[in-house]
């Protein structure tokens, strides 16, 4: 079994920055791919951003790229989404997910949010002025 435990959102005004964090404990901890997701009211979860504990390859949504970075500790068994930039359209639940098995490519596995086989329950992070 694995826990994730989200932190770090809140309440930014747009173009602001926050720093989610992402704890994994457990007694499986060899996962292959953790990442970053988000569901906004009325919308389908989607993929934020992912990293590969294999060889450190991310997938990066296009609206986020340039704006959001997804870093990893692995010796905390951590994963990081330093957010700046914000806008409104940012403003959702987010949430952190592992895929134990990487069996495709990291953005399909970030892009398709049923590869993931753990969850945590999410931060919500409101961009509003």
């Known amino acids: 079994q694995l826990q994730l435990v989200e932190s770090g959102g809140g309440l930014v005004q747009p173009g602001g920055s926050l720093r989610l964090s992402c704890a994994a404990s457990g007694s499986t901890l060899n996962y292959d791919a953790i990442g970053w997701f988000r569901q906004a009211p009325g919308k389908e979860r989607e993929g934020v951003s992912c990293?590969?504990?294999?060889?450190?390859?991310?997938y990066y949504l296009n609206s986020v790229k340039g704006r959001f970075t997804i870093s990893r500790d692995n010796a905390k068994n951590t994963v990081y989404l330093q957010m700046n930039s914000l806008k409104p359209e940012d403003t959702a639940v987010y949430y952190c997910?592992?895929?134990?098995?990487?069996?495709?490519?990291?953005?399909?596995?970030?892009?398709?949010?049923?590869?993931?086989?753990?969850w945590g329950k999410g931060t919500l992070v409101t961009v509003s002025s």
């Open positions: 997910g592992v895929d134990i098995s990487l069996i495709t490519t990291i953005q399909a596995a970030c892009v398709i949010t049923g590869f993931m086989d753990y």
């Open positions: 990293i590969s504990r294999r060889d450190g390859s991310t």
